[in-house]
């Protein structure tokens, strides 16, 4: 799979853009500020169907326009794919698929598998659990469009359950109505659980396969979930805490509780690890996502590097240079200050590349 050209118009800062794109290695170059991250979150949006850096869609329309388009045009198995997506402000999205717009945007998760890997990504270190519990179910539902229809039935259970719990609380009455929802949130919770373990365990191997390539062996780095399903029968937590609950006004355990604990030799790697380990950890994290995701969805995905290589010593980011090489990665977009530093990365590299260049949201292709 591969995107073959993609249009813009008012995405960001970027007033209108048409680009066809290489099917190797596509270079954005430019100083900080100049629209290289925009496109690559456009590129992120014909996947997700949302930006990458900023949930408020209607955020993502360029100042002082009423609208945005952004459309791609795919090679998917051998066949053509046309993907639309519009914004007008104060009205609905659309979303298309080959000019047939979707009914539900879930149904498009998962068609062109993608990962990112980006400065931002530091919040799945530093930020709370919320962070990494999307971060797993984001990966899982490119390929299981059933896990993400469980994960939302999840949050409308918990979200009445808590509305349930502070009706109690003011009024005195309807515990027994509890029971309802929490047959649901066992039934759902329980299988939301065992793939997310799963994933985990099968991340895992890949995972440290990556980290010790990329810091040369030199850091033992850990992933384990955490989760209430690991304490036992879920339906006796649920009733051992109903009272906390009501006292509280919502469901304290559960999934969504759900979090991921990072160690870098048996230390949190959020305490002790410098920005070079952190973002070693992330690098190889997203890696093992991408092999994860091209073994389940039997498409390699589309791989987007923001800014990879700052923050990473000469050691370290030699290392991702070769893995970017290999021809296990399909199409890649990079994007970059310096273009010195690209035309080195592309004379190790043998693959189709383009570099573009990009001033205040106009881009321009190298010959």
Request: charged fraction near 30%.
């Amino acid at each position: 799979m591969h995107l073959k050209h993609i249009n813009l118009v008012n995405f960001k800062n970027i007033s209108q853009a048409s680009l066809d794109l290489s099917p190797g290695i596509n270079c954005f170059v430019g100083e900080n500020g100049s629209g290289k991250t925009n496109m690559l979150d456009a590129i992120y949006y014909l996947s997700f169907c949302k930006s990458y850096f900023n949930p408020v869609d209607s955020q993502n329309i360029k100042h002082d326009e009423a609208f945005f388009v952004i459309q791609g045009e795919y090679e998917l198995r051998g066949e053509k794919e046309e993907i639309y997506c519009g914004l007008k402000r104060n009205q609905k999205k659309q979303f298309k698929r080959n000019k047939k717009e979707y009914t539900k945007l879930s149904e498009h998760i998962g068609l062109l598998p993608l990962v990112i890997i980006s400065p931002s990504d530091e919040q799945l270190i530093t930020e709370g659990s919320e962070q990494r519990r999307k971060y797993i179910d984001s990966v899982i539902s490119q390929y299981d469009r059933v896990y993400l229809d469980r994960v939302i039935r999840y949050n409308r259970v918990i979200l009445q359950r808590n509305t349930l719990l502070k009706q109690i609380r003011e009024k005195g009455n309807g515990e027994s109505m509890l029971d309802v929802w929490d047959i649901q949130l066992n039934e759902l919770g329980r299988k939301i659980y065992e793939q997310r373990k799963d994933f985990i365990n099968e991340l895992e191997p890949v995972y440290n396969k990556f980290q010790n390539y990329i810091s040369g062996g030199k850091e033992s780095v850990t992933l384990k979930y955490r989760s209430h399903m690991n304490d036992g029968d879920y339906t006796e937590q649920l009733l051992g805490s109903r009272q906390k609950d009501i006292i509280l006004g919502y469901t304290t355990k559960g999934i969504h509780k759900d979090d991921i604990d990072m160690q870098i030799e048996g230390f949190p790697i959020k305490k002790v690890a410098s920005q070079g380990q952190k973002k070693t950890f992330l690098i190889a994290l997203k890696l093992a996502q991408f092999e994860f995701l091209a073994k389940h969805s039997g498409v390699k995905p589309v791989l987007l590097l923001d800014d990879i290589f700052d923050k990473l010593d000469d050691l370290r980011g030699g290392k991702l240079i070769d893995l970017v090489a290999e021809k296990h990665f399909k199409q890649i977009f990079i994007t970059d200050t310096r273009l010195e530093h690209l035309d080195n990365l592309l004379k190790r590299v043998d693959k189709d590349s383009k570099i573009i260049k990009v001033v205040k949201g106009e881009f321009t292709v190298f010959e």
